[in-house]
């Protein structure tokens, strides 16, 4: 058993470090051909090998970690929704898995929540980008799902504007390449990771900068106000990312489905509504 798990944690180690590099793959070769065309084309031939190899790299490892990730679906954990009122759910596994078409960071089974009640900015041009305070979901509490203990926190990152218009979406996608290459804490902003019990952790991302209500170490009940929503991280408006995984590091972790209390899975697309914790 002990020598499994420890070969289990050393493919994963083996994985995360190929996503890292991975997510360099495209920023580098982008600088690169800067240089290069700066210089006036002095590699040549020689940026043709390159780019092969560097496109062969790229698609073989996207192949590599799809195959290694392929296993079938556990049963999916109940708990209690991590959000209270009118919400609508995008992105979630309902309808497919993965749920945001990619297994990094353990996001099979990922959802992402925004809130319905209140105003918010109607128009997809113009203002390109808005202030976080124009949308209903910011600033909303967060409460935990389960009893937990509470075994990371980060809490530091900016909120920064929404991206969620159409001249506003190349900057989020540039934005996003440099934020993979960065690391997990620059893709999920802050955040916090709970340790349910059982080889299970619940992951809330995109919290509110200086909202989290806990440290690691803290022990919660269901129901208990660990932070408010926020728009930090790889965001395109404020709202909830939240998954559960099968390790405290998103990194190393492997999704876990679940199922919400009262509620179930919500279809993508659809609003659902959480009178009190479940």
Not at 42 to 54: C, I, Y
Not at 174 to 189: F, K, M, N, P, S
Not at 227 to 244: I, K, V
Not at 255 to 262: D, E
């Amino acid at each position: 058993m002990a020598r499994g798990q420890e070969e289990g944690r050393a493919g994963r180690r083996l994985r995360w470090c190929l996503i890292r590099v991975h997510g360099w793959t495209v920023p580098v070769l982008f600088a690169v051909i800067a240089v290069d065309i700066a210089l006036g084309g002095p590699m040549g031939a020689w940026f043709l090998l390159l780019f092969a190899v560097a496109g062969s790299f790229y698609a073989g490892v996207l192949l590599w970690l799809r195959s290694g990730r392929e296993h079938a679906a556990p049963e999916p954990v109940e708990v209690g929704a991590p959000v209270t009122g009118e919400w609508f759910a995008l992105n979630g596994p309902a309808d497919k898995v993965p749920s945001h078409g990619v297994r990094f960071l353990g996001q099979e089974y990922a959802i992402d929540l925004i809130a319905v009640s209140g105003e918010r900015p109607a128009s997809v041009w113009w203002p390109p980008m808005s202030p976080n305070a124009a949308f209903p979901a910011f600033g909303r509490p967060l409460p935990a799902v389960a009893e937990a203990e509470v075994v990371h926190v980060e809490d530091g990152a900016r909120d920064h504007l929404s991206r969620d218009t159409y001249p506003a979406l190349l900057h989020l996608f540039a934005e996003g390449l440099v934020r993979q290459a960065a690391g997990a804490h620059r893709i999920l902003g802050n955040h916090v990771v709970l340790d349910l019990g059982g080889g299970v952790y619940a992951l809330y991302a995109h919290l509110r900068r200086g909202s989290a209500r806990v440290r690691p170490g803290d022990r919660v009940a269901p129901g208990q106000v660990l932070g408010e929503c926020g728009n930090s991280g790889n965001s395109s408006e404020p709202h909830l990312h939240f998954q559960l995984m099968d390790a405290a590091d998103p990194r190393l972790a492997v999704g876990v489905p679940f199922t919400w209390r009262g509620v179930g899975v919500p279809a993508n697309g659809t609003a659902f509504s959480v009178p009190g914790h479940q």
